[in-house]
């Protein structure tokens, strides 16, 4: 059976529509289904199929919209320390336990055992969990970094590791240090500015803090 080029473009645009719809990150949800319904509107108008033409262009004109929206819309980004026993934490870890596997070497946190540790609140959502204990005199290390799946656009990392510097410099920190093993959070160190170095014959990630 012989596929012609239009119908190869017809398959991608729904694979990648399809694909968007498994997208956690609402920011990777628009851009993918942008994608898709952009090719989708392109097949429908070169087979002749203007109504599903103009449909997937209005799809696409709303997905620029909502984009804008999102890149232009001034978030609110507050740190919140943990304090001893809370219930709370003990709550989050146990909901995102499978998603904290996928960034953590660390089966269990214990948080009396860490010098560093707070939620950030991002729109007065609890969207991620830091957890630090100090290295050496002046390095932090970073023992679990982790934002929730609907909030991974990287804001939160930029906002914990570039514009709230102050907050680890006054604790005497002068630089993060992490030894993860999990790609995943090894790809996100890097976006971040981590550097790939060794310490103690050991891989890891260490990040300076500059003023």
Request: with cysteine; glycine share 6%; net charge neutral.
């Amino acid at each position: 059976m012989n596929i012609n080029w239009l119908e190869w473009l017809g398959y991608l645009a729904s694979l990648l529509v399809l694909i968007s719809l498994l997208m956690n990150s609402i920011i990777k949800l628009r851009w993918i289904n942008l994608l898709g319904s952009g090719i989708f509107s392109l097949y429908g108008f070169l087979i002749g199929a203007l109504p599903v033409g103009f449909m997937n262009l209005g799809i696409v004109l709303i997905n620029i919209y909502h984009l804008i929206k999102i890149y232009r819309s001034k978030e609110y980004f507050k740190i919140l320390s943990i304090e001893g026993n809370s219930q709370y934490f003990d709550y989050f870890l146990d909901f995102y336990k499978n998603e904290i596997e996928k960034y953590s070497d660390k089966a269990k946190f214990n948080i009396s055992n860490f010098d560093v540790s707070f939620f950030i609140l991002r729109n007065m959502v609890p969207a991620g969990l830091f957890i630090g204990s100090r290295y050496n005199e002046d390095t932090l290390n970073v023992e679990l970094d982790f934002v929730i799946p609907e909030y991974r656009d990287f804001k939160i990392g930029t906002y914990v590791f570039e514009h709230n510097k102050h907050y680890f410099i006054d604790k005497g920190y002068s630089k993060f240090i992490s030894f993860s093993s999990k790609d995943e959070h090894i790809e996100y160190l890097k976006k971040m500015g981590f550097k790939e170095s060794v310490e103690n014959d050991r891989k890891c990630f260490i990040k300076s803090i500059n003023i």
